[in-house]
């Protein structure tokens, strides 16, 4: 069985509910019967159950770009933009083997 969006076993919750928003009611149906007999993942099936009763009420499928990419964003299908430019440097060593901890208000 073909579903509606490729590679959806491995999309995070962000580019599921992205690139649901294209799909009709059928197609939503399609993969949340998929997602039940798979992985089972309690928030990807909330996001989709969301929608489906969202286009029930009057909603239509949008269009958008289906490329992976979140275009609000710019994060890749799988989350992170971070490159190893925009990294964070690493800090300065531990003191004696253990990180200097501060207490009290």
Not at 40 to 69: K, Y
Request: aromatic share 2%; no cysteine.
């Amino acid at each position: 069985m073909t579903l509606p969006i490729p590679g959806f076993d491995h999309l995070p919750l962000g580019s599921v509910a992205d690139r649901i928003r294209a799909l009709d009611e059928d197609q939503l149906e399609q993969l949340i019967e998929h997602e039940q007999g798979q992985a089972n993942r309690l928030p990807v099936l909330e996001v989709m159950r969301s929608r489906r009763q969202q286009l029930r009420d009057g909603a239509t499928p949008s269009s958008g770009p289906q490329d992976g990419l979140r275009p609000e964003t710019g994060h890749t299908e799988h989350g992170s933009p971070v490159t190893p430019d925009s990294a964070a440097r690493p800090g300065p060593p531990d003191r004696h083997g253990l990180r200097q901890v501060t207490w009290g208000g």
